[in-house]
């Protein structure tokens, strides 16, 4: 199975600041496509996770332009730039090469 | 698009329990549905997929003796099955659209709690 392993666990961010989150995975998730099958998930308290990035740098449907993520084959980060405090919650990457699918521990950004 | 989960289950160990995931707003077999569960405080787990077009599943290796994934389309909800429930099986269940077997979870069900208790 490919380990996804995230850090930092705990994040504090003042607000207007710039959060990064960093994702590295035990293989390379680079696909015979080119693109590199990571993706990156929030969820809030309360509800279920929701995209946020998709084969690592493409923003889904309705995620902040704020949100972007960037990396390659082992290493990936998922930045929020000025961050506020509804970008509060627990975010998650997530390897969609192989199955099973395996998520990182998540990582809590919250507003110092 | 929307995931429609049915509601709070509270079991005894060695029960088994019956999830449903009824979907709307899309072509029910044109997309799997996988399952992914978090415990308590926890993170996400994934459990496997359904694909309705072909009633095909994959599960992951844990659950393959325990789970069933299945789907009825007249109604189009996915359905997941666990027998022999333990104490470490309680959790939320989440049920999720995505286009292949290993793409994206673009849409996710509320989720189910599931709590295993004597």
């Known amino acids: 199975d490919i380990v996804m392993t995230q850090s930092p666990l705990s994040l504090p961010v003042s607000p207007g600041e710039t959060a990064s989150i960093s994702c590295r995975a035990s293989?390379?998730?680079?696909?015979?496509?080119?693109?590199?099958?990571v993706d990156w998930y929030v969820q809030k308290a309360g509800q279920s996770p929701q995209l946020l990035i998709y084969?690592?740098?493409n923003r889904a449907s309705g995620a902040p332009v704020k949100i972007s993520g960037s990396g390659s084959g082992t290493d990936f980060t998922l930045t929020i730039s000025r961050v506020e405090a509804e970008d509060v919650g627990v975010y998650f990457c997530?390897?969609?090469?192989?199955?099973?699918?395996?998520f990182g521990g998540g990582t809590k950004v919250e507003i110092k | 698009v929307q995931l429609v989960q049915s509601g709070t289950e509270m079991k005894k160990p060695g029960a088994s329990v019956k999830v449903s995931c009824q979907t709307s707003?899309?072509?029910?077999?044109?997309?799997?549905v996988q399952w992914v569960r978090q415990a308590p405080g926890q993170g996400l787990e994934w459990v496997g997929w359904?694909?309705?077009?072909?009633?095909?599943?994959r599960l992951a290796p844990k659950f393959q003796d325990r789970v069933t994934l299945t789907g009825d389309t007249s109604i189009r909800t996915a359905f997941m099955e666990m027998r022999s429930l333990r104490s470490d099986d309680a959790a939320t269940y989440f049920c999720?659209?995505?286009?292949?077997?290993?793409?994206?979870?673009?849409?996710w069900g509320p989720g189910t709690l599931l709590t295993v208790s004597s």
């Open positions: 999720a659209r995505s286009e292949g077997d290993t793409t994206m979870l673009d849409s």
């Open positions: 707003g899309y072509t029910f077999t044109a997309y799997y």
């Open positions: 359904f694909n309705p077009n072909s009633d095909g599943t």
């Open positions: 293989q390379s998730l680079l696909h015979t496509s080119g693109y590199s099958f």
């Open positions: 084969m690592g740098s």
């Open positions: 997530m390897q969609a090469l192989q199955t099973p699918l395996t």
